[in-house]
Every structure is written in C-alpha cells, then in structure tokens.
C-alpha cells in the first residue's frame, strides 16, 4: 500500500531516525511557505531539532530487578475462585468491565493507587457497547502521571507513541479527519506498581481477565505489543518459553491472540533512550499497517 505522508509525519520519522524516499516537492510559494512554518511551530513535540541534538526527554525508566519476583503458590481454594472471577469477567459487557476494573481489589497494588487505568480510545458509540477501534496498543502499566491521570501513556512515552501512530494514520481519540484508523491503548495491568517497578506474576496473573475480556469486546484489526510484559502475556500461548525468548528474537512475524494478529515491538519508553531501535519500530508499525489492511480487504 502506497503511503502518503504529510510534512508532519515525515517530521516524524526525521525524529525517529527512520529514512523514507518520497518524491521532491515543488518550492512551495511564500504564503504557502509562511502557513507552514505556523503549523510547525504548533507541533514542538514533531519538529526536527536544527543542529545539535535535544538532551534525552527525562523517563523514568522501570528497573529490572535481577530475579522476577515469585508468584504465591495458588491453594486449590483459591484457584476455585480464580476461575470464578475469570468466568464472570468473561461474561461482562463493556460497562461492567469498566466498572469491574475501578472496584478491583484482586492485588495489593489497590492500595497504593490513586486511579485504575482502564484504557483510553475513541467514544463507545452507547454505554454497554465497546468503543469501534482498528488497533490495540498493549503496554506494561501505569506509571506515576497515568495513575493521577487515570489515562495510559500520558507521559514522554506516551507522546512518542501517539507520534508514531500519527505517522501512519491511527489515533487514540477516533477524529477520522486527524487520522483514518483510530485506537484503543491499555496496559497489561490496570493498576501502578509503587515506584514503577515491574508487574509482579501475580498480579499479571489476576489482571489478565481483564485484557482477555477487553480484546474479545474490542475485537481489533490488530494488536501492537510493546514492551516485554506485553508481549510475554500476548504471547504465552503461542511461543514455547516465551519470557525466555529476547523480545528482538520475536519482531518481525505476525501472531495471534483468541484469533486476533499481533504484532510485538519495543516500549516507547525503551524507544526514548535507545534512537537507533526507533527504526526497526517504525518497520514493526508498517508490519501491523500491512496485516491490518490485509484483513481489511478480505
Ligand atoms: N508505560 C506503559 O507501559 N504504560 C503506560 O500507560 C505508561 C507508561
């Protein structure tokens, strides 16, 4: 599919250090060239830096601990209700789902957040339906503004995701006009670890109902995992030893998760300190566009 990109996106992909060939454009006329330096100067965070480099965003990077932390051995009773809650989960329209997830208290880590983070996308078109999206973003977990904020990557991470989504025509707020696919964006877990630790088994554990149920509801053209927990809950099916696997070993294929394509690639909060992976996650974007579309058209 031919991609047609304006001067913001390839601004865009300037700042991702990607190189794309497009055709010369004529010099554009003085007005013209007047109107577009206003529209740039509305969008800092695309534009190109002139000579020397912008120092790194300031990113609170999560720490990998040296050993995962272990998950408490389940008794039987225990598993009982575990399957229980899995079973009512499965059943909940998108309301209840939204519901279910603010009173949760199925993990510790209700009692040290100040919001849940459910998910942010375009308006559901009526209370109890899902919201329509083509895409899935799947990230770890709320940091420390998405648990104030009770909204998925609104940080440094969070804008470079929404660039790089613009680049190829997807937006989390569903404006047709701003973008043509729109996009639903939630975590692995709907609530913060303290300190922005990383997710612990268990709690991944008792959070999975809830992403299994929100993507069946959902049903995306496509889901993006970003980032290793992502990937690792996203995959755990259909990859043998899967968090033993590095997440540069799994780009580049198109898997499946209950019958939706996923396509893996890295956390923009790894893609914030690392310049020369934002290359190879602009190649996993044209991936996902691809099957997105392919599926489209059947
Ligand atoms: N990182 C994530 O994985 N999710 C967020 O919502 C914010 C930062």
């Not at 830096?49 to 009773?77: C, D, F, I, Y």
């Not at 259909?238 to 580049?252: E, F, H, I, K, M």
């Amino acid at each position: 599919m031919p991609l047609h990109l304006d001067a913001r996106q390839r601004a865009m992909l300037e700042e991702m250090h990607v190189r794309v060939w497009w055709p010369q454009e004529p010099e554009p006329a003085p007005a013209a060239a007047a109107a577009a330096a206003a529209a740039a100067a509305e969008a800092p965070a695309t534009r190109v830096p002139a000579a020397a480099p912008a120092p790194a965003p300031a990113v609170v990077a999560r720490a990998a601990p040296a050993v995962p932390a272990p998950a408490p051995v389940p008794t039987p009773r225990q598993e009982r209700a575990d399957e229980g809650r899995s079973a009512a989960i499965a059943a909940m329209d998108w309301s209840a789902l939204q519901q279910a997830v603010a009173g949760c208290e199925a993990c510790k880590l209700c009692s040290t957040r100040k919001n849940t983070v459910f998910g942010v996308g375009p308006a559901a078109p009526e209370a109890d339906a899902p919201p329509r999206a083509d895409w899935l973003i799947v990230g770890e977990a709320p940091g420390e503004q998405e648990d104030l904020r009770g909204e998925p990557f609104v940080g440094q991470a969070g804008k470079l995701l929404d660039n790089m989504l613009r680049a190829v025509g997807v937006s989390r707020h569903g404006d047709a006009k701003a973008a043509p696919q729109s996009a639903f964006i939630v975590n692995v877990l709907k609530c913060r670890p303290p300190g922005n630790r990383n997710p612990a088994l268990d709690e991944v554990a008792q959070c999975e109902p809830f992403l299994k149920r929100q993507i069946a509801l959902l049903q995306p053209k496509i889901i993006l995992a970003v980032g290793r927990f992502a990937v690792q809950s996203l995959l755990a099916d259909s990859v043998a030893d899967v968090q033993t696997v590095p997440l540069g070993r799994l780009r580049g294929k198109v898997y499946r998760y209950a019958g939706v394509p996923v396509v893996v690639s890295y956390h923009p909060a790894y893609l914030l300190r690392s310049l020369p992976e934002k290359a190879k996650a602009w190649a996993d974007l044209c991936l996902a566009m691809e099957t997105a579309e392919t599926l489209k058209s059947r």
